[in-house]
């Protein structure tokens, strides 16, 4: 007589993967908001992690609009790069391989770290 366990696990759902900024990026961001925060420039920010890309919205006071966002698109490695800064606008401020030198566009004394 064979006895078979009927009792299953319960069905895993599947988690679909997202993009985020890593340690040492989120720390190169919050090093150029805290000064500007610390200027009087910015005051608040949002973080938004998507399928296809990270965001990192920087507000001046409470709005609907950030005045900047910081982006992460993985998609985009390869080509232009994958960080982007946009203004409240829309319109693409700059755009590159290394999160640093993109972020010049923000903190020109942003001291890039080879």
């Known amino acids: 007589?064979?006895?078979?366990?009927?009792?299953?696990?319960?069905p895993t759902r599947r988690i679909d993967p997202?993009?985020?900024f890593d340690k040492r990026e989120?720390?190169?961001i919050l090093n150029v908001y805290g000064k500007k925060v610390g200027a009087g420039e910015w005051r608040d920010y949002a973080m938004d992690f998507l399928k296809d890309r990270a965001l990192f919205s920087i507000y001046a006071r409470v709005s609907e609009r950030p005045l900047?966002?910081?982006e992460?698109?993985?998609?985009?490695r390869a080509k232009q790069g994958?960080?982007?800064?946009?203004?409240?606008?829309?319109?693409i401020l700059k755009r590159g391989h290394e999160l640093p030198q993109v972020l010049r566009v923000?903190?020109?004394?942003l001291v890039l770290i080879g």
């Open 18 to 20: 997202i993009v985020a």
């Open 68 to 70: 900047f966002v910081i």
């Open 1 to 10: 007589m064979v006895h078979t366990n009927e009792t299953s696990a319960p």
């Open 106 to 109: 923000l903190d020109p004394d």
């Open 72 to 76: 992460k698109n993985p998609k985009l």
């Open 82 to 91: 994958q960080y982007l800064v946009t203004n409240q606008e829309g319109r």
């Open 26 to 28: 989120l720390m190169i």
